[in-house]
C-alpha cells in the first residue's frame, strides 16, 4: 500500500546535535474516489541551503469539485517548499511569504480553468532549522508535537466550530462530531490574499515528534489515541501507517495524511522515509 523511498532519503543533520528522519503517508480512505491530500518533506541537497533554510515538511487537503481539490493541494505541497528554499531571504519571513505566494498562484490558476473556479487547500507547514521550529498555518489541517511522552496541538483550526469552541457554545469533543465541523474559515486558493497564521519559533529538543495531518485523522482518531500510538512507535513510519490504520477501521470517510518528523540524536541510523506523494530532496537551482 505504502510506497518507499530511498533509504535514508529524509535523514538529514539540519544542527549539529541532531538529525531528522521524516515519514510521509496518504490514503484515499475508504469512501472517496479521488485523494484531495498532498504531504511533502523536503530537504535541500545543497549543503549551504540545508544551513540556512532547513528542512520542510508540508501537508495539505484540498476541495473543490472535479479534482480540483487535488490540483490545489498538490500546488500547495508543491510551491510552497520551492518558493522558500529558493528564496534569499531570511528563513521565518520567507516562510511566510512562500505561503502567501502559493496562495496568489493557486487563486490565479482557479481563475483560469472553469472547472478550477472556487478551489483552495488548508496548508501547514513546518521548518527546522538550527535548533529551532517554526510553523506557517491556514485551514484547519493540524501540527502535534510529541514531547517528554505528551502531544500537544500547537495550531488552531481556521474552522466554524472552533469559533463555537473559542466562545464556548460547544466543548472540542462535540466539535469532532457537530454538522458544520468541515466549514473553514481560511484557505489556500479561495481569495487573492490569505491570513497566515505564524508559530513563533521554539526550541527543538532530542526525541521530539512533529506530526502535521489532515481532517480526516484527527477527525476518527483522538489526541490521546494519537499521543499513545506515537510513543509506542519508534518507527515513524509504523506509527503513521497505525494511525492511518485507526482512521480507516473507523470508517475512513475522508482522505488520511500523515506527515511525521523526529528528532534524534547526531550519529543515530535516521529511519527510512516513506513516500506517498513525494519526499524528496529538492535541489535549487541559481
Not at 476541495?63 to 510551491?79: D, I, P, T
Not at 484557505?187 to 515528534?209: H, K, N
Request: aromatic share 4%; charged share 30%.
Amino acid at each position: 500500500m505504502f510506497k518507499r523511498a530511498k533509504s535514508g532519503e529524509a535523514a538529514t543533520r539540519p544542527h549539529a546535535d541532531y538529525e531528522v528522519s521524516a515519514s510521509v503517508q496518504t490514503d484515499v480512505g475508504c469512501v472517496r474516489e479521488i485523494n484531495e491530500d498532498s504531504g511533502r518533506f523536503v530537504r535541500p541537497s545543497d549543503p549551504e541551503v540545508l544551513k540556512e533554510k532547513g528542512v520542510l515538511l508540508v501537508v495539505a487537503d484540498g476541495m473543490g469539485g472535479h479534482s480540483a481539490g487535488e490540483v490545489a493541494s498538490g500546488m500547495a505541497a508543491e510551491l510552497v517548499p520551492r518558493l522558500y528554499f529558493e528564496s534569499k531571504g531570511e528563513a521565518q519571513d520567507a516562510f511566510k511569504k512562500a505561503v502567501e505566494e502559493a496562495n496568489r498562484r493557486i487563486h490565479a490558476a482557479s481563475l483560469e480553468d472553469e472547472s478550477k473556479r472556487g478551489m483552495g487547500t488548508t496548508c501547514t507547514a513546518l521548518v527546522l532549522l538550527d535548533g529551532q521550529a517554526f510553523a506557517a498555518h491556514v485551514g484547519d489541517s493540524r501540527l502535534y508535537m510529541l514531547r517528554d511522552g505528551k502531544v500537544y496541538l500547537l495550531t488552531e483550526d481556521h474552522s466554524a466550530v472552533m469559533e463555537m469552541v473559542k466562545l464556548g457554545l460547544i466543548t472540542m469533543e462535540q466539535a469532532r462530531h457537530h454538522e458544520d465541523k468541515n466549514v473553514i474559515l481560511r484557505a489556500l486558493g479561495t481569495t487573492p490574499e490569505v491570513e497566515v497564521a505564524m508559530l513563533e519559533p521554539f526550541s527543538v529538543r532530542v526525541g521530539d515528534q512533529y506530526l502535521l495531518c489532515s481532517d480526516g485523522l484527527y477527525d476518527l482518531v483522538p489526541d490521546d489515541e494519537i499521543e499513545r500510538e506515537l510513543s509506542a512507535n519508534h518507527d515513524i513510519h509504523a506509527a503513521g501507517e497505525r494511525l492511518i490504520t485507526l482512521a480507516k477501521a473507523r470508517g475512513g470517510h475522508d482522505n488520511i495524511t500523515v506527515g511525521i518528523v523526529a528528532v534524534v540524536p547526531a550519529g543515530t541510523e535516521a529511519a527510512e522515509a516513506v513516500d506517498m506523494r513525494a519526499t524528496r530532496e529538492w535541489r535549487v537551482q541559481g
